[in-house]
């Protein structure tokens, strides 16, 4: 990972933090808008929206069934972003969330933000996801990456 992406990371995070603290809403985990912000394009936004709300509809059905909370509900959420993503390269499709990102993204981010939702709400884990995202690509964009 070179120094534009760990700085963007870092401000994903650092956003996330503000915006949470300032609101009470989460933003699908600390990492899901620095890497949004990484990936750079609408297209990124959209495959993250589709592919957490679908996460988060078998979440929520097997949350309610067997009471999952805390870190089994976030296990669960990830093994079900992979199982999409499985699906997905199986029919020939696209594995990731976002042409681009980070490898692994495409199922961590999804997930995560799928484990928040189940907790708050869709919308707001979304609408916090995509703000602080996009506020994070902006100041990203903004900084000199010239680096001695």
């Known amino acids: ?52 709300a679908l996460t988060f509809l078998p979440l929520r059905a097997l949350t309610l069934r067997f009471g999952l909370y805390g870190r089994q509900k976030v296990g669960v959420s990830l093994l079900i972003a992979l199982s999409i993503r499985l699906l997905g390269l199986i029919m020939g499709g696209y594995g990731g969330f976002a042409p681009g990102a980070l490898h692994w993204s495409g199922f961590v981010v999804p997930g995560i933000v799928a484990a928040e939702a189940d907790s708050v709400g869709l919308v707001p884990a979304l609408c916090g996801t995509l703000s602080v995202g ?11 990456w010239q680096v001695p």
Request: with cysteine.
């Open 134 to 144: 996009a506020v994070t690509l902006l100041l990203g964009g903004m900084l000199p």
């Open 1 to 52: 990972m070179e120094i534009r992406e760990t700085v963007i990371l870092m401000m994903g995070i650092l956003l996330s933090m503000v915006y949470q603290r300032r609101t009470g809403w989460p933003c699908g985990g600390f990492l899901a808008p620095g890497i949004l912000a990484l990936s750079g394009q609408p297209a990124g936004a959209l495959w993250l929206l589709a592919w957490s």
